[in-house]
C-alpha cells in the first residue's frame, strides 16, 4: 500500500495518549508503519489491506475533536480487522500481555436468509480502543424458525 490510490477509502485516526505506546501494541498485532510525520507525533499503520492513523494528543499536529478525550477513548466502537492468522495473532497478544476483552470464538451473524461466519476476538489498545480481529469462516444458509 505505497501508493495512496491503493489505500482503503475509509481510515480511522485514533487520538492517542502516547505514540510510543500505541506503536508497540500495534506493531505486536502485526501492523507496519507505512509512513509518519515525526514533528505532527503522527504515524500511519498498514496490515493486509487494512490502515490507521495515530496521532498524539497535545501533540502539534492538527485537531478535529468534538468532547474532551477521557479514557477509554473510542467509546461505542470497535474496528474489525480481517486477518489471515487471527489463532496466531490471538496468541501473541494474549503473551504479551494486551487486554484481551472476548477471548476467541466463532460466531455467525445473520444476513437476511443466510449468516456469515467470523472466527474472532477482540483486544484493547493502550488508550481503550477495541479492534476485533477475525478470520472469514465463509457464509452458510439461516434455518428459518416457524
Known sequence: ???PADWPR?????????LEASLRFYEDAGFAVAYSRP????I???????ALMLEEIGGPGRR?????????????????????NVVG?????????WSLVADLEQRWYRMDDREAGNHQFVVA????YLLRFFEDLGTRGRAVSA
Open 125 to 128: 489498545d493502550p488508550d481503550g
Open 89 to 97: 495473532l490471538h496468541g501473541r497478544m494474549a503473551e504479551r500481555g
Open 39 to 42: 514533528d505532527e507525533a503522527f
Open 44 to 50: 500511519m499503520l498498514v496490515r493486509e489491506g487494512a
Open 1 to 3: 500500500m505505497a501508493d
Open 64 to 84: 478535529f475533536g468534538a468532547a474532551s478525550l477521557e479514557r477509554p477513548l473510542g467509546r461505542g466502537m470497535n474496528l474489525q480487522v480481517q486477518v489471515t
Open 10 to 18: 475509509l481510515i480511522p485516526e485514533l487520538q492517542v495518549v502516547s
